[in-house]
């Protein structure tokens, strides 16, 4: 693999320093309602679906699959390399999902429905969850 | 429906010089594109008693903003009963929308509302470079800050722009319903062709089926003639107290219903349906508002800063069903000038240029008085417009009516 690409970094506070550095375990966490068990993404301080103030971190599987993907082709950061940019869908919820990366292969072998399992890129005290493309379980 | 929306009429409209690197200031262009206006709707200053804009001064990247309402006020000398700047809302159409809010309400009779970008003379590179980057700000060299806020869920993974995240939403669309890029490019086609008989618009050569797949990637679906074209210019619009209708030399446009609806989780990528986005609710929420249907509509300006933007309105405001906006305009015919409905007679942002949804606001207005002149609707009074703004989670619509 190519060198590490450019990446803007996430500007890290106390309600969003669990999402980024919870790859130095190796784990990806959200926020979870501790009274109903509804996922929060991206962080909130109060349960949308119960109410309850009651929220915390937890690790997830990891596996998710792609929902919908593009091929940014432009240089907008200076890289001329294609790169597959990927809402990743988690079984863990209907609604949970996240933008990322699919990397690891050829971007234009990325399909919508593709299982996927998170990667870590670790860059200064931040660690990208990322996503390459696994075998269907 | 309801007769609220009804109290407003739009008296004038008028633009500036609209072009690439015109090298002139926001605020020298709106003053062009308001004294226009002002004369056109029959008034003077004197009688201007309200001011709106989007997105109001110092929001988003370079040549974004264009000046916020008190330069506008105090350049103008204007003495205002109301004024409003602000991004958040329905769109760009939010400027217009408040002003037929406070002129409805009975807080303002006359409402200068306008809309401001110098995005060719401050991305300043020449040629066909500059994608939006979604307001960002990434450009002009310097260190790039850290992300917070919203935009840490998608820009330190390299999706900088809306041209990504909207063509996320495509991807899911194409997914779902099959739809294709030969289908897409009629967006693209279709606004060149008619973008050819509007001597104001930037882009006029003929665009082929082979030109379009020629230019190249931005990110899949979108090519670059899938992104619109920033340019340099003002459009400013009078919206007035019904009454004032009379007082008009020319016909003028009734506000006839307005959407403003957001249902879903405003968020680019967390918006629960892809692939009908914010204009869902916007656009069914305009037909609870008035008695007339997508049938009675002669003509339709819907917002194409991505191509793909043109089709998701097609389908929220139910000139085809969801999902089947590919196989609606596949060809051309039903969205050209003398189709079943003519769409983005102008050129669009895509060829006429990015003056960033009120482009669409003059060119329904200008059809609805018959004014189009080479690119004026064919063998009917056009009756009844369809305008749009948005894409992602940011959407409104409005319906305007010819009032002779």
Redesign the interface.
């Known amino acids: 693999m190519a060198d590490a690409?450019?990446?803007?970094?996430?500007?890290?506070?106390d309600e969003?320093r669990f999402f980024w550095t919870a790859g130095e375990d190796g784990r990806l966490r959200f926020l979870r309602c501790q009274s109903c068990g509804y996922y929060l993404?991206?962080p909130i301080p109060r349960c949308p679906e119960c109410g309850s103030r009651e929220v915390a971190p937890e690790a997830v599987s990891g596996r998710g699959e792609v929902?919908?993907?593009?091929?940014?082709?432009?240089p907008?950061?200076g890289?001329t390399e294609p790169?597959a940019?990927?809402?990743v869908a988690f079984p863990e919820q209907a609604?949970l999902?996240?933008?990322?990366?699919v990397v690891g292969c050829p971007p234009e072998d990325v399909r919508?429905g593709m299982p996927v399992q998170v990667t870590f890129e670790a860059r200064d005290d931040?660690w990208?969850p990322?996503f390459e493309t696994v075998e269907a379980e | 429906m309801t007769d609220f929306e009804r109290r407003s009429i739009i008296s004038g409209i008028g633009q500036s010089d609209v072009g690439r690197r015109l090298g002139r200031t926001g605020l020298d262009l709106t003053i062009d594109a308001a004294l226009a206006a002002v004369a056109d709707a029959g008034l003077t200053l004197a009688d201007v008693d309200g001011l709106a804009t989007y997105p109001g001064a110092g929001l988003g990247g370079a040549g974004f903003a264009g000046p916020g309402s008190p330069e506008v006020h105090e350049a103008l000398r204007l003495k205002l009963s109301w004024h409003s700047g602000g991004i958040e809302g329905a769109a760009q159409l939010a400027a217009v929308q408040n002003a037929v809010l406070a002129v409805g309400a009975g807080l303002a009779r006359h409402v200068l509302v306008y809309r401001t970008v110098t995005e060719s003379t401050e991305q300043g590179s020449g040629g066909r470079q500059g994608i939006g980057m979604g307001g960002l700000g990434m450009g002009g060299g310097g260190k790039v800050p850290k992300m917070g806020g919203q935009f840490q869920w998608n820009i330190p993974f390299r999706a900088y722009s809306a041209a990504n995240w909207l063509a996320l939403n495509a991807q899911r669309h194409f997914h779902e319903f099959g739809t294709t890029s030969e289908q897409m490019a009629m967006i693209a086609i279709n606004a060149r062709r008619n973008a050819g008989l509007n001597p104001m618009a930037v882009y006029r050569d003929p665009m082929t089926l082979d030109d379009y797949f020629a230019s190249r990637m931005i990110s899949t679906p979108f090519h670059l003639f899938d992104c619109d074209a920033p340019v340099d210019g003002s459009t400013a619009v009078i919206v007035s107290a019904a009454e004032h209708a009379p007082n008009v030399d020319h016909p003028v446009a009734r506000v006839e219903a307005m959407g403003t609806a957001l249902r879903g989780r405003p968020s680019w990528d967390q918006f629960d349906d892809l692939t009908t986005m914010a204009a869902r609710d916007a656009g069914a929420q305009l037909w609870t508002r008035t008695d007339l249907t997508p049938d009675d509509v002669d003509v339709a300006e819907l917002y194409d800063g991505f191509s793909f933007l043109t089709m998701t309105w097609l389908e929220a405001l139910g000139f085809c069903a969801k999902g089947e906006s590919g196989p609606f305009i596949e060809g051309g015919t039903r969205i050209a000038l003398d189709g079943q409905i003519p769409v983005n007679t102008h050129g669009g942002q895509l060829s006429a240029g990015r003056l960033h949804g009120f482009g669409f606001v003059h060119e329904a207005v200008l059809q609805l008085r018959g004014e189009g002149g080479a690119r004026q609707v064919p063998g009917k009074t056009v009756e009844v417009a369809a305008v749009a703004n948005g894409g992602g989670p940011i959407a409104g619509a409005m319906l305007l009516t010819r009032e002779a």
């Not at chain 1, 450019?6 to 506070?13: A, C, E, S």
């Not at chain 1, 929902?67 to 432009?74: A, D, E, K």
């Not at chain 1, 999902?97 to 990366?101: A, D, H, L, P, Q």
């Open positions: 690409p450019f990446r803007v970094l996430p500007l890290i506070d969003n993404h991206p929902f919908s993907v593009t091929v940014n082709h432009h907008w950061d890289g790169y940019i990927a809402i609604d999902r996240m933008t990322s990366n919508i931040v990208f990322l």
